[in-house]
């Protein structure tokens, strides 16, 4: 039952509702050739208009608490539901849907994590609204949020058959996957070429450019 849950997770979380409601607004357009190139919320936010990018939002993080909640109704045990959480946020980045080439797992990854653990979650969330309104850049915002949230996990949740260091293990997966989706954000700030919020995109990724 745990592979048949992982399964699903994967391929609940490989759903491309960025691309298929920015292909919904404009016909034959394709996300991963707009903007920054990456199918995911923010793009859309940016590609899309402030609709499209909010309901894709809200659509990616119901991909990982459906995820997780489908897991524990199949009967999955506590200490494996971090797996699935896990299974939706390598399925965003890698959907079988678009070729394996997804987006950055960040708001999938909060879905699975608000089942998972919400009190460490809304820590992390406090650095990212901090962090964003600090720089307005969403990629510093959730790599911070990223880095904050195995450290707020071990404090917050105390180990035991339920909870246990099983589930700070998988939080911590998530998030180093999650950074490491980053790395390309990451040369970009260092070279100060990292869009703001609300910047145009075309100006700062001249078509063909390395996203």
Do not use: C
Request: proline residues 4%; charged residues 15%; positive net charge.
């Amino acid at each position: 039952m745990i592979w048949l849950s992982i399964a699903a997770a994967y391929l609940i979380g490989g759903l491309p509702f960025s691309y298929w409601l920015v292909r919904w607004q404009r016909p034959g357009s394709d996300l991963r050739l707009m903007g920054s190139g990456n199918p995911g919320a923010t793009n859309a936010f940016r590609v899309g208009g402030r609709t499209i990018g909010l309901v894709t939002l809200v659509l990616d993080i119901l991909k990982g608490l459906v995820a997780v909640e489908l897991a524990r109704v199949l009967g999955i045990e506590a200490s494996l539901l971090g797996a699935t959480a896990l299974a939706a946020v390598v399925g965003h980045i890698a959907p079988v849907w678009l070729g394996f080439r997804g987006g950055k797992g960040v708001a999938t990854a909060t879905g699975g994590l608000a089942s998972l653990a919400p009190g460490a979650l809304a820590v992390a969330g406090m650095v990212f609204i901090v962090m964003l309104l600090a720089t307005r850049i969403v990629a510093v915002s959730s790599i911070a949020a990223a880095l904050t949230l195995p450290l707020a996990a071990w404090v917050l949740m105390s180990p035991g058959p339920d909870a246990g260091w099983s589930v700070i293990v998988w939080i911590l997966l998530i998030s180093l996957l999650v950074v490491a989706r980053h790395r390309a954000n990451l040369r970009r700030l260092l070279s100060g070429r990292e869009a703001r919020l609300g910047a145009e995109l075309e100006d700062m990724w001249p078509r063909g450019e390395d996203r």
